[in-house]
């Protein structure tokens, strides 16, 4: 059994459309799809039949990089693309099996399964990132969007670029003004992003449908969301 969550994009993601001219000669195409694939931004690219030849989805940093990159492709394109589009990326929708993966992380000893139920929160660290859980923590070689994709959409809130956290995790969320802020069960608090917040209050509007064990989120005096022992 599947279901389908709608995840807006919070990261600049482009799909680059592609028509190749006719007489293009073949070698000339291939390795111009190789070089956009290539490219260390480029994250899924499938060829096609119908308006266009080849699509890309792009990651870029920013919109300087990306014009920037584009340049880099200025001749070939010239020479070969009868066609180029551009499209941003503002929702996804995501297929899921019913029931969460668990994750495996390495460790000296082999792979260790966590669930993700036990997992309170996830910090990044460059071009790693912490899992932490009941008081421990794993460094993981991995991103802060691919641990999005991986954890549950209906468990899990990302406050800001660095920080995704379990809702049962979140003791209590306040907000001066547009601020918010979210009081984790381990004592530290957190801003959340304004491009997070809807999806914050969202999220622990569902946890209070869907308790996570005794943990019950509801609202109290004041504008605050408070956990509290069913």
């Not at 003791?171 to 004592?187: E, P, V």
């Not at 957190?190 to 509007?205: F, G, K, S």
Request: aromatic share 8%; with cysteine; charged share 25%.
């Amino acid at each position: 059994m599947t279901y389908v969550d709608s995840v807006d994009s919070d990261e600049l993601r482009i799909i680059l459309c592609l028509e190749f001219e006719q007489h293009a000669p073949p070698a000339e195409v291939q390795a111009l799809k190789a070089a956009l694939i290539d490219s260390p931004n480029t994250l899924h690219s499938v060829e096609s039949t119908g308006d266009f030849d080849f699509l890309l989805e792009v990651a870029p940093p920013d919109m300087a990089w990306w014009n920037k990159w584009l340049k880099t492709f200025a001749a070939p394109f010239s020479e070969l693309v009868a066609r180029c589009e551009t499209s941003f990326v503002c929702k996804r929708f995501i297929r899921r099996a019913k029931g969460e993966r668990p994750l495996w992380i390495p460790t000296a000893h082999g792979l260790m399964r966590i669930e993700q139920a036990t997992v309170d929160k996830i910090v990044a660290n460059g071009d790693y990132v912490h899992v932490v859980s009941k008081g421990r923590q794993w460094l993981l070689h991995a991103t802060m969007h691919a641990m999005r994709d991986a954890l549950s959409y209906r468990q899990f809130v990302q406050l800001h670029r660095s920080m995704i956290v379990r809702c049962g995790f979140i003791d209590r969320i306040s907000h001066s003004g547009r601020q918010w802020t979210a009081h984790l069960n381990d004592g530290t608090s957190e801003r959340v992003a304004r491009t997070h917040v809807a999806e914050m209050l969202e999220a622990t509007r569902l946890a209070t449908l869907v308790p996570e064990s005794s943990n019950v989120v509801q609202l109290i005096d004041g504008g605050h969301l408070r956990s509290a022992k069913s």
